[in-house]
């Protein structure tokens, strides 16, 4: 799998967007980019997946640029909810597992 | 539907021993896979399980096995355990083979001591 690179931690005002990037550069044609989330004590949650085109859902957006080489995670109202480490992962969509590599995150610290 | 769910939620023991933790996948779901969670080395991949057969293997010593039952759910065992396999341990369930998302329990916490 390609690797991924992520600021360590960012901090967001309550309310605002929180926008958390993502560098891919060795990624390759058919990888995904996936985003789940780790609430401190809790088990990773899946956040939102994409290939090359920007994708929205309920919890974010999802903005890959025209090489792919990089992506950005909005979160449009950041709440304190929000507070998690954020995983960025490639991966092909379709292999023979479902194995994730899990990199060191963005600990994201929404404040009031 | 309900969740992944896993047992024991905690768990102490003495170096030396062995222990089994469980995971129950949400219904339907026939792949599991396990994770081992340490401030030190992060969410490092186990194994997983697709139909009773594993599929992949991380890089973990051979005192880390697991397995499959015809109804999905899926046991870890540690043997012979030492300190550093103090960890969370967490396991996640997907519909299908190279599903998008993966839907992950709460976990196990392990101290050994």
């Known amino acids: 799998d390609a690797k991924t690179t992520q600021p360590p931690s960012m901090d967001c005002a309550e309310g605002r967007a929180a926008n958390l990037p993502c560098n891919h550069s060795t990624i390759s044609g058919n990888e995904y980019v996936y985003w789940y989330r780790q609430i401190h004590s809790q088990g990773p949650q899946y956040i939102i997946h994409g290939l090359k085109n920007n994708e929205t859902n309920e919890m974010a957006s999802l903005i890959i640029t025209e090489d792919r080489k990089s992506s950005t995670l909005i979160l449009p109202h950041a709440t304190l909810r929000d507070t998690a480490v954020y995983y960025c992962?490639?991966?092909?969509?379709?292999?023979?597992?479902?194995?994730?590599?899990f990199g060191g995150g963005t600990r994201l610290m929404v404040k009031p | 539907k309900a969740g992944v769910t896993q047992t024991p939620r905690y768990l102490i023991k003495t170096r030396g021993q062995q222990v089994t933790l469980s995971c129950s996948p949400i219904?339907?779901?026939?792949?599991v896979s396990w994770y081992q969670q340490t401030p030190g080395q992060g969410l490092q991949f186990l194994f997983e399980y697709f139909s009773e057969t594993q599929r992949n293997k991380g890089n973990f010593p051979g005192r880390f096995s697991g397995r499959q039952f015809s109804n999905s759910r899926s046991e870890m065992n540690v043997s012979t355990l030492e300190l550093g396999d103090s960890a969370l341990y967490l396991c996640?369930?997907?519909?299908?083979?190279?599903?998008?998302?993966?839907?992950f329990g709460p976990g196990t916490r392990l101290t050994v001591t």
């Open positions: 992962i490639v991966r092909p969509y379709y292999n023979a597992g479902n194995m994730l590599t």
């Open positions: 219904s339907g779901h026939r792949s």
């Open positions: 996640a369930s997907s519909p299908k083979d190279g599903s998008y998302e993966q839907y």
